[in-house]
């Protein structure tokens, strides 16, 4: 099926738009949804098929892409799964369903973010653009405003069997390499960059969610439980992780 279109709204210049693809079956959010990210100044492609957004996707990536759940023939969770096997593009889900089991496997299966129906147009355009802010980040042109005592922008953190290189947003166990997500990326560089160092779950959100108070703790603890399953499955004996109860989270370099 091919991908339904709309003409772009004129916006004012920038210097490189950024593409989003939304893909969900219900047409009316479709048309919705491309309108009002175009009047923000974003170019949109949008799919009511998930096996044709699929293809489109792994051919052209856009730089985010925004996947309803239910779905007939292919829903959102297998969309992301099949995706994921090739590719780390960030990606936003949208479901009718507001339970925290949905939010979790959605979390386990790649997602950076998440946002139950319905939901303002204006929250998801805020969650939107703290993914790419996030995803920018990760680019080698980017600037660390962390305090001085942290590692320069671009330079390769090594903490025991732990590998971290931000500007090829590459992750080594034993020089094993582990596929994360860009928010599962920068939660681990935050433990990582102090050893030892208890981080609680709001300076974790700050580090991976930048000015977006939308977001809850229990998020940070769902990507902490993704990283860890992502650990073990290339080391069963993973502990570089700690938590500590009431407090937050901490890296142990051994």
């Known amino acids: 099926m091919p991908p339904v279109t709309h003409r772009e709204h004129p916006v004012a210049p920038q210097l490189a738009q950024q593409t989003i693809a939304l893909v969900d ?13 175009q009047a923000e100044g974003f170019a949109t492609r949008t799919y009511a098929d998930a096996e044709a957004a699929l293809d489109a996707l792994l051919a052209d990536p ?24 090739r590719s780390d593009l960030p990606v936003i889900f949208l479901t009718s369903k507001d339970a925290e089991e949905d939010e979790e496997a959605g979390f386990e299966m790649g997602a950076d973010d998440y946002l139950a129906k319905p939901f303002s147009l204006r929250l998801l355009l805020a969650r939107i653009r703290a993914v790419l802010r996030r995803t920018e980040a990760r680019r080698p042109a980017a600037v660390d405003e962390q305090a001085h005592d942290t590692p320069s922008a671009g330079e390769v953190i090594r903490r025991g069997r732990l590998t971290i290189d931000p500007e090829r ?10 596929a994360l997500t860009v928010t599962e990326f920068l939660v681990l560089e935050a433990l990582a960059e102090r050893p030892g160092v208890i981080r609680t779950r709001n300076q974790l959100m700050q580090a991976a969610y930048p000015d977006d108070a939308t977001v809850d703790d229990r998020t940070v603890d769902s990507h902490i439980k993704r990283m860890r399953r992502k650990f073990r499955e290339v080391d069963p004996d993973f502990a570089g992780i ?10 142990i370099d051994d």
Not at 25 to 37: G, K
């Open 62 to 85: 856009p730089d985010l892409a925004v996947f309803d759940i239910k779905m007939p023939r292919m829903d959102g969770m297998e969309l992301l799964a099949r995706l994921r096997e």
């Open 25 to 37: 079956d219900d047409r009316n959010i479709l048309a919705t949804v491309s309108i009002a990210l």
């Open 169 to 178: 947003h590459h992750v080594t166990w034993d020089d094993k390499p582990i």
């Open 242 to 251: 700690e938590t500590l109860y009431g407090a937050g989270y901490s890296f």
